[in-house]
């Protein structure tokens, strides 16, 4: 499968953008047993996770540094994976990065356990 990263941009601190991660040409039931996340890396830093969610949607994680702001939703009907983003800081400026895998892993936050990822779309947050 294919990941398409959009929605990235330049936006004043305080404000929100939404990220979308459409995948190409899967049969609905294939991008549906995906689980999918969203990373983000800086400059000179690690790829990190950001969010995760399951099949279904009913289940997601979150990174501590960015709960309540962040949240993770998906509709699979579009084959698409999206995180809206709120209340940005200058420290949510990075690329940001969807991924996906079908294996069961404990932990959604090891950037390793993820077989497909996409191009990645800048943030860009301004003081």
């Known amino acids: 499968v294919q990941l398409q990263a959009s929605g990235g941009g330049l936006v004043q601190a305080g404000g929100s953008l939404r990220l979308s991660c459409t995948a190409s040409?899967?049969?609905?039931?294939?991008?549906?047993?995906?689980?999918l996340a969203w990373f983000r890396q800086a400059p000179g830093k690690e790829r990190e996770f950001v969010a995760g969610i399951n099949w279904s949607g009913g289940s997601t994680s979150y990174a501590d540094s960015v709960k309540g702001q962040f949240a993770i939703s998906r509709d699979n009907a579009k084959n698409t994976v999206y995180l809206q983003m709120n209340s940005l800081k200058p420290e949510d400026t990075a690329v940001y990065y969807c991924a996906a895998r079908t294996r069961y892993y404990s932990s959604a936050v090891d950037p390793s356990t993820y077989t497909y990822w996409g191009q990645g779309t800048q943030v860009t947050v301004s003081s």
């Open positions: 040409d899967p049969s609905r039931r294939t991008f549906s047993s995906y689980f």
